[in-house]
């Protein structure tokens, strides 16, 4: 019989860390921290091939399960002395998810499962406690009807606000027992008006019906989002984990927390969390309540009056401390910790890597590296690649007015400034059509997952440092302040009121996860410095990794913004993209609308100086690296004149009626222009275009290397080739007009010719092509377009629905198609290396800059990528890590 319960605690340890992908990440954590001695309260896991095998066979319990199940209940029951359902002295359960990786608030939790009407009195006369029993019951009511029986939880949050308003009361821990029972009472009719049938009393269809909603919400919109933004398998399923009780709600004696072992706002060594006395876990992670810090120093420092853990429990704060330490360096890496203090007595519920900011990411990296603790190796695998993006964008003008109109927790730094939505599906669809947004919530939930996503950053009135909104907005990389309790949030009315002012949804606003402040209108910002742990991470990072990285830039701005985080050259300069500027565009105009060679080169001739100052520019910048410049590839219709004035600015220009340049005009137009007359096509039929922007090139290649000294390394690339007859002809003029400036100017520099492969006949025609091109740049844009048969800039009409169907695993314009565009690569690579040895290779799409993309390049050996300037990080230790892997 194949085995799907695993027990855990009392001695017992039937998993390890490395189970993940069985037990799940709780699951086995679980059992490790069992198996090295920790105080874990006994329990079992459910593994994740049980839940793919319940969907498999329609969403039912098999004979087996149910055994095991009950074998393991025993296991628990052994250990605490307790009996599942018994009314005098019950055991009772918890009931949570356990992904392979953490997916937090995605999936289901059920406390305090086992309590009924019988049951709460033996918990009420076993612990001493009538009001920590009532409480208990109530809670799981409210718990067990909102997870499993679906029953809107605000409903129970009304009623309770109603009792508390009735008696004078302000905080769920001054109502006494004989209120918790007449809630208890209120609860369970409110479910069996909105269910028709009563509140399930029977303690093993209560684990049954949690354990199929735990199941059950791994299927939900919420986990779905997270799972596609977080590119997590939808075919790896949930553990479920069923572990006895312990309880942090019974008096001032017992707490419940979340902690970590380093700041992972700030990857600072020290403890960081919060903890509340007489309260149950859901209380901290909910922002249903203000927690207290956790140690005295964090109290002092936010100026906070409630005593910190350290000061109130000092003797399970010392043991605290101690499991600390020990967690860490047991799993060599920052942990992410639950706890529950039960009448003094500490408790483990759950560890796990903690999420962290870029910035934390980088610190605690470099740190533990530099402790001994990892290698350096280890280091540079422990960042995420995409998220450095965090700390490469700019952030708020310390000299800039703030009009600062309330202030929160700084639960994920970095800053954002947006309209304000206070819904997250109205933040999904204003985000959708190019707005930011600001999401403005009382308290985030799971189900703002997409809004969350959607948003530039977060706001919330209620909840701490580890809310549900902190945590997310961490790990997605989110700008969030929350806990800003001044605020007054009406969404349904679309405002939030402070200090007698009014915002509305609309209204701009930016916030500071960095400070917690929150600011009306809009912030400037300045460019971030990147030194410290960053630059040591890839002074790390570049020892170990084989590609090279460049840049796609066509800028001085572009290019020093590249050689500034570390660009090893340009990988391509889109030259149509020079030809925009307002003092170019009537001559470029003029070229193209001319109807013979001599207007052509009238205009090419006024347009010769100002490519040369701009090739000029490129080659100082980047001393002596290579520039890959692919000459002219405009898709006509972008450069055509459209409107009167600028029909008649080109014909005076070129001295010609305006009638002929509109007939002209619509001899050109293309039905479509993105495989029409473009590319390589264009100088085949007019090679004085590439002419001039050879002569270009080499003249201020031969300028630079002059002045300078250092010579620079031009790659002239030729668009859009499908043949080599095609390359050819272009070398041919390329080669000519370079000889032609050598013999001018008394200096020869050296260069390449090759092509830009984006077409899937040049990709299985490589050979050939190679025999004249020195290079290829896989222009993975056009070349994932041309594959598919799909426009990129149409194509978000129906690609979303195909990634979440499965037809793409991922969006084939942000991450490569290996299997489609990917083997095309491939072909190109094997029959261009075989005709030429020392062919380069790289890519130039914006897929240079994605790191599943940058590991397919280092795996098929390619010799560079490149990304746009602000990308180049992110692939120079996607690359590293790329390498280590195959290592």
């Given at each position: 019989?194949?085995?799907?319960?695993?027990?855990?605690?009392?001695g017992?340890?039937?998993g390890?860390?490395?189970?993940?992908?069985?037990?799940?990440?709780?699951?086995?954590?679980?059992?490790?921290?069992?198996?090295?001695g920790?105080?874990?309260?006994?329990g079992?896991?459910?593994?994740?091939?049980m839940?793919?095998?319940?969907?498999?066979?329609?969403?039912?319990?098999?004979?087996?399960?149910r055994?095991?199940?009950?074998?393991?209940?025993?296991?628990?029951e052994?250990v605490t002395?307790?009996?599942?359902?018994?009314?005098?002295?019950?055991?009772?359960?918890?009931?949570?998810?356990?992904?392979r990786?953490?997916?937090?608030?995605?999936?289901?939790?059920?406390?305090?499962?086992?309590?009924?009407?019988q049951?709460?009195?033996?918990?009420?006369?076993?612990?001493?406690?009538a009001?920590?029993?009532w409480d208990?019951y109530?809670?799981?009511?409210?718990?067990?009807s909102?997870?499993?029986?679906?029953?809107?939880h605000?409903?129970?949050?009304?009623?309770?606000e109603?009792r508390k308003?009735?008696?004078?009361?302000l905080?769920?821990t001054e109502?006494?027992?004989?209120?918790?029972?007449?809630?208890v009472?209120?609860?369970?009719k409110?479910v069996e008006e909105?269910l028709g049938h009563?509140?399930?009393?029977d303690v093993n269809?209560?684990?049954?019906?949690?354990?199929g909603a735990?199941?059950?919400?791994w299927?939900?919109?919420?986990?779905k989002?997270?799972?596609?933004?977080?590119?997590?398998s939808d075919?790896?399923g949930?553990?479920?984990n069923?572990?006895?009780?312990v309880?942090?709600n019974?008096?001032d004696?017992?707490?419940t927390?979340?902690?970590f072992t380093?700041?992972p706002?700030?990857?600072?060594?020290?403890?960081?969390?919060?903890f509340?006395i007489?309260?149950?876990g859901?209380?901290?992670v909910?922002?249903i309540?203000?927690?207290?810090?956790?140690?005295?120093?964090a109290?002092?420092?936010a100026?906070?009056k409630?005593?910190?853990?350290?000061?109130?429990m000092?003797?399970?704060?010392?043991e605290l401390?101690?499991?600390?330490?020990?967690?860490e360096?047991h799993?060599r890496?920052m942990?992410?910790?639950?706890?529950?203090?039960?009448?003094?007595?500490?408790?483990?519920?759950?560890t796990?890597s903690?999420?962290?900011?870029?910035?934390?990411?980088?610190k605690?990296a470099?740190?533990m590296?530099?402790e001994?603790?990892?290698?350096e190796?280890?280091?540079i695998?422990?960042?995420?690649?995409?998220?450095l993006?965090?700390?490469?964008?700019?952030?708020?003008?310390?000299?800039?007015?703030?009009d600062?109109?309330a202030k929160?927790?700084?639960?994920?730094?970095?800053a954002?400034?947006?309209?304000?939505?206070?819904d997250a599906?109205h933040?999904?669809?204003?985000?959708a059509?190019?707005?930011?947004?600001?999401?403005?919530r009382?308290?985030t939930?799971?189900?703002?997952i997409?809004?969350?996503?959607?948003?530039?950053?977060i706001?919330?009135a209620r909840g701490?440092?580890?809310?549900?909104?902190?945590?997310?907005?961490r790990?997605?990389?989110?700008?969030?302040?929350?806990?800003?309790?001044?605020?007054?949030?009406?969404?349904?009315?679309?405002?939030?009121?402070?200090?007698?002012?009014?915002?509305r949804?609309g209204?701009?606003?930016t916030?500071?996860g960095?400070s917690?402040?929150?600011m009306?209108?809009?912030?400037p910002?300045?460019?971030?410095e990147?030194?410290?742990?960053?630059?040591?991470?890839?002074?790390?990072?570049?020892k170990?990794?084989?590609?090279?990285v460049?840049?796609?830039?066509e800028?001085?701005?572009?290019?020093?913004?590249?050689?500034?985080f570390?660009?090893?050259g340009?990988g391509?300069?889109?030259?149509?993209?020079?030809?925009?500027?307002?003092n170019r565009?009537?001559?470029?105009?003029?070229?193209?609308?001319?109807?013979d060679?001599?207007?052509r080169?009238a205009?090419l001739?006024?347009?010769?100086?100002?490519?040369?100052?701009?090739f000029?520019?490129?080659?100082?910048?980047m001393?002596?690296?290579?520039?890959?410049?692919r000459?002219?590839?405009?898709?006509?219709?972008?450069?055509?004149p459209h409107e009167?004035?600028?029909?008649?600015e080109v014909?005076?220009?070129?001295g010609v009626a305006?009638?002929?340049?509109?007939?002209?005009?619509?001899?050109?137009h293309?039905?479509?222009?993105?495989?029409?007359h473009?590319?390589?096509?264009?100088g085949v039929?007019?090679?004085?275009?590439?002419e001039?922007?050879?002569?270009?090139?080499?003249e201020?290649?031969?300028?630079?290397?002059?002045?300078?000294?250092?010579?620079?390394?031009?790659?002239?690339?030729?668009?859009?080739?499908?043949?080599r007859?095609?390359?050819e002809?272009?070398k041919?003029?390329?080669?000519?007009?370079a000889?032609?400036v050598?013999?001018e100017?008394?200096?020869?520099v050296?260069?390449?010719v090759g092509?830009m492969?984006e077409?899937?006949?040049?990709?299985?025609?490589a050979?050939?092509?190679a025999?004249?091109?020195?290079?290829?740049?896989?222009?993975?844009?056009?070349?994932?377009?041309?594959?598919?048969?799909v426009?990129r800039?149409d194509?978000?009409?129906?690609?979303?629905?195909?990634?979440e169907q499965?037809?793409y695993?991922?969006?084939p314009?942000?991450?490569l198609?290996?299997e489609?565009v990917?083997?095309?690569?491939?072909?190109?690579?094997?029959?261009?290396?075989?005709?030429?040895?020392?062919?380069?290779?790289?890519?130039?799409?914006e897929?240079?800059?994605?790191?599943?993309s940058?590991?397919?390049c280092?795996?098929?050996g390619?010799?560079y990528?490149?990304?746009?300037?602000?990308?180049?990080?992110?692939?120079?230790?996607?690359?590293?890590?790329a390498?280590?892997?195959?290592s």
């Amino acid at each position: 019989m194949t085995q799907y319960v695993y027990r855990f605690g009392g001695g017992v340890s039937e998993g390890k860390a490395g189970d993940k992908n069985l037990l799940g990440g709780k699951g086995a954590n679980l059992a490790e921290m069992a198996s090295i001695g920790l105080p874990v309260p006994p329990g079992l896991t459910i593994s994740t091939e049980m839940c793919i095998r319940y969907y498999e066979e329609g969403e039912r319990f098999p004979d087996e399960l149910r055994q095991q199940v009950a074998a393991g209940i025993a296991h628990i029951e052994g250990v605490t002395g307790k009996k599942f359902g018994d009314a005098s002295d019950p055991l009772l359960v918890s009931v949570r998810s356990g992904a392979r990786v953490s997916m937090p608030g995605m999936m289901d939790t059920v406390l305090n499962l086992g309590l009924n009407d019988q049951t709460v009195e033996g918990l009420a006369a076993a612990s001493g406690d009538a009001r920590f029993a009532w409480d208990s019951y109530r809670r799981f009511i409210q718990m067990y009807s909102d997870v499993v029986l679906g029953v809107d939880h605000y409903l129970f949050e009304e009623a309770l606000e109603i009792r508390k308003e009735d008696k004078g009361l302000l905080l769920d821990t001054e109502l006494a027992a004989e209120d918790w029972q007449a809630l208890v009472g209120v609860y369970k009719k409110k479910v069996e008006e909105a269910l028709g049938h009563p509140f399930p009393q029977d303690v093993n269809d209560q684990l049954w019906g949690a354990v199929g909603a735990v199941f059950g919400s791994w299927q939900s919109e919420r986990a779905k989002v997270y799972r596609r933004i977080n590119d997590i398998s939808d075919a790896w399923g949930t553990a479920v984990n069923v572990q006895a009780m312990v309880f942090g709600n019974m008096g001032d004696t017992s707490a419940t927390g979340v902690a970590f072992t380093r700041d992972p706002s700030k990857g600072d060594r020290a403890y960081y969390g919060e903890f509340l006395i007489n309260a149950q876990g859901e209380d901290v992670v909910a922002g249903i309540r203000t927690p207290q810090y956790l140690t005295k120093a964090a109290r002092e420092a936010a100026g906070a009056k409630p005593l910190s853990m350290e000061e109130a429990m000092p003797d399970v704060y010392a043991e605290l401390a101690r499991v600390f330490d020990l967690l860490e360096t047991h799993y060599r890496d920052m942990q992410d910790i639950e706890f529950t203090v039960q009448q003094g007595k500490l408790w483990m519920l759950q560890t796990r890597s903690g999420k962290r900011t870029a910035k934390a990411a980088l610190k605690i990296a470099i740190d533990m590296a530099n402790e001994g603790l990892i290698t350096e190796e280890e280091a540079i695998a422990r960042v995420d690649p995409a998220a450095l993006d965090q700390l490469l964008h700019p952030t708020l003008d310390p000299a800039a007015q703030r009009d600062v109109i309330a202030k929160g927790l700084p639960a994920s730094p970095g800053a954002a400034s947006g309209v304000v939505v206070f819904d997250a599906d109205h933040a999904e669809k204003r985000a959708a059509a190019g707005e930011d947004v600001i999401l403005v919530r009382v308290e985030t939930s799971p189900e703002d997952i997409h809004g969350m996503h959607a948003a530039r950053g977060i706001l919330t009135a209620r909840g701490g440092m580890t809310s549900h909104a902190a945590v997310v907005a961490r790990g997605m990389g989110r700008p969030c302040v929350s806990g800003a309790g001044s605020l007054a949030i009406d969404g349904k009315a679309g405002v939030m009121r402070v200090a007698g002012r009014e915002v509305r949804e609309g209204d701009v606003i930016t916030i500071d996860g960095a400070s917690g402040e929150v600011m009306m209108g809009r912030v400037p910002t300045v460019q971030p410095e990147l030194a410290g742990d960053f630059g040591t991470l890839m002074v790390w990072a570049d020892k170990v990794r084989r590609l090279k990285v460049r840049a796609n830039a066509e800028t001085p701005l572009d290019a020093r913004t590249a050689r500034d985080f570390g660009a090893e050259g340009i990988g391509l300069c889109r030259t149509e993209h020079m030809f925009f500027d307002a003092n170019r565009i009537t001559a470029v105009r003029q070229m193209i609308l001319a109807e013979d060679e001599a207007g052509r080169r009238a205009a090419l001739d006024r347009l010769l100086p100002e490519q040369r100052k701009d090739f000029t520019e490129l080659f100082d910048i980047m001393a002596g690296l290579p520039v890959t410049i692919r000459l002219l590839d405009p898709p006509l219709h972008e450069f055509l004149p459209h409107e009167e004035e600028e029909f008649a600015e080109v014909a005076a220009a070129a001295g010609v009626a305006v009638d002929v340049l509109k007939r002209r005009a619509a001899e050109l137009h293309e039905v479509n222009p993105m495989l029409g007359h473009r590319g390589c096509r264009l100088g085949v039929t007019y090679p004085e275009i590439y002419e001039m922007q050879a002569r270009a090139i080499f003249e201020a290649a031969v300028d630079v290397a002059e002045k300078s000294g250092a010579a620079p390394l031009p790659e002239v690339m030729v668009p859009l080739v499908a043949t080599r007859r095609e390359l050819e002809l272009m070398k041919a003029v390329i080669d000519r007009t370079a000889e032609a400036v050598f013999a001018e100017k008394g200096r020869r520099v050296d260069y390449l010719v090759g092509t830009m492969i984006e077409l899937p006949r040049a990709a299985l025609m490589a050979g050939e092509i190679a025999e004249v091109g020195a290079f290829f740049s896989f222009g993975t844009n056009d070349l994932t377009q041309t594959a598919l048969g799909v426009s990129r800039d149409d194509a978000s009409r129906f690609l979303t629905s195909y990634v979440e169907q499965g037809i793409y695993p991922k969006d084939p314009f942000v991450s490569l198609d290996v299997e489609g565009v990917g083997e095309l690569i491939s072909i190109a690579k094997e029959r261009g290396r075989k005709t030429r040895a020392d062919l380069k290779l790289g890519i130039c799409g914006e897929h240079g800059g994605d790191p599943a993309s940058i590991a397919f390049c280092q795996a098929t050996g390619l010799d560079y990528v490149s990304c746009s300037p602000y990308r180049v990080p992110i692939a120079r230790l996607a690359a590293a890590q790329a390498a280590l892997k195959r290592s």
